[in-house]
């Protein structure tokens, strides 16, 4: 290597130094002001609510405030939007759910979130589940796919809207069992599906726990929960793999910042997020709403996220629902 190849080499490896030094000091000092957490629906939601335990958590252990945000409107796109185009240094970052993946794929929402957001830690999932009225004939859901075989276009089932994780749950699930000639009716809230079939309007609900009151009150039953291991709340239910169908749908949550938040940063986030919820309080919120801890670091999240954007966008394409 001649003397010119040499001091470009060593010039370049000092500035490599230089930068991750600079990077590792400001992970040391990080964060030095309040930290702005964006939650991108209306508050008083479960998501909501859990949100501001964690960032309560994050307080103690960062010695910053978190200061939670309400950016409510277009299914969460309003928040992550503005989430994108912070500076990312980490002192904005914010709450996403699987109905981001949907609007980007229905075309609802211009931000792809793989592809413009740093993923930092997954969190939780909502139990979602198939309900039904307390009297219903149905014990099962082999008992449901089946009547619905027999009586095309005779079921009804409610979601809190088109194009929900709930609705293409149930789309996956009637391909799963050899495609079921059941009806989607959607709503405007799981509340206002819950209430729809206490009343008869509709024979099913998928939904995450809106729905709980009815049942904990005895006026609707749980036929089986889309998710990996049955809730210990409703130990007696199965789950839909049990019933036959090998899917779940968990409709994680999680914590996101602006593409190019630095490694360190994020590591630092990750780590305090993850100690956040074996925090008492925050595993008290977990319990109260039927949350599941589904923790995984910023690798692994981006690995999952990728997984269920792809799956999201391939149920989104057979269902027609890109082009409407």
Same mark, same amino acid.
């Given at each position: 290597m ?5 001091v470009v ?17 400001r992970?040391a ?14 508050a008083?939601g ?5 949100? /501001? ?13 978190v200061?939670?945000?309400? =950016?409510?409107?277009g299914?969460?796109a309003?928040g ?7 500076q ?16 980007? &794929? ?15 830690? =997954? ?10 009225r ?6 099962t ?13 005779k079921?009804t ?9 709930? &609705? ?7 391909s799963?069992a050899?495609?079921?000639p059941?009806k989607?009716?959607?709503?405007k ?11 008869? &309007?509709?024979?099913?609900v998928?939904?995450a726990p ?10 609707? /039953?749980l036929?089986?929960?889309f998710?990996?291991? =049955? ?20 409709g994680?949550?999680g914590?996101?910042?602006p593409k190019g938040?630095?490694?360190?940063l994020?590591?630092k986030l990750?780590?305090?997020? /993850?100690?956040?919820?074996e925090?008492p309080?925050?595993?008290?919120v977990?319990k ?6 589904l ?21 989104v /394409?057979?269902l027609g629902?890109?082009?409407?």
């Amino acid at each position: 290597m001649n003397t010119q190849k040499k001091v470009v080499t060593i010039l370049f490896l000092s500035f490599m130094l230089v930068l991750a030094f600079c990077s590792f000091s400001r992970a040391a000092d990080y964060p030095t002001k309040p930290i702005t957490f964006v939650i991108p629906y209306q508050a008083g939601g479960f998501t909501d609510i859990l949100s /501001r335990a964690l960032a309560e958590s994050l307080k103690k252990q960062l010695g910053q405030p978190v200061i939670c945000e309400n =950016r409510a409107g277009g299914g969460g796109a309003v928040g992550l939007s503005y989430i994108a185009t912070r500076q990312p240094d980490g002192y904005t970052i914010g709450l996403i759910t699987p109905g981001m993946y949907l609007a980007y &794929h229905m075309k609802k929402s211009e931000l792809n979130p793989v592809k413009d957001l740093t993923f930092i830690s =997954r969190i939780s999932g909502g139990m979602t589940a198939i309900v039904v009225r307390t009297d219903s004939s149905f014990k099962t859901v082999k008992d449901l796919i089946n009547y619905a075989k027999q009586n095309p276009g005779k079921i009804t089932y409610g979601t809190s809207g088109q194009g929900t994780i709930t &609705h293409l749950a149930m789309e996956e699930l009637s391909s799963l069992a050899g495609g079921v000639p059941w009806k989607l009716v959607p709503y405007k809230s799981g509340s206002e599906a819950a209430t729809a079939l206490l009343g008869g &309007h509709v024979d099913v609900v998928s939904d995450a726990p809106s729905w709980q009151p009815l049942v904990d009150a005895g006026k609707l /039953r749980l036929l089986a929960v889309f998710m990996d291991k =049955r809730s210990d709340r409703y130990p007696n239910v199965p789950t839909v793999k049990e019933s036959g169908y090998d899917m779940s749908v968990p409709g994680p949550n999680g914590v996101v910042g602006p593409k190019g938040i630095p490694k360190p940063l994020v590591q630092k986030l990750d780590g305090a997020y /993850r100690k956040a919820l074996e925090d008492p309080e925050v595993k008290a919120v977990l319990k109260q709403y039927d949350l599941i801890n589904l923790y995984l670091n910023s690798d692994d999240y981006v690995k999952a996220a990728q997984e269920e954007f792809d799956w999201s966008g391939k149920l989104v /394409r057979k269902l027609g629902l890109d082009k409407q």
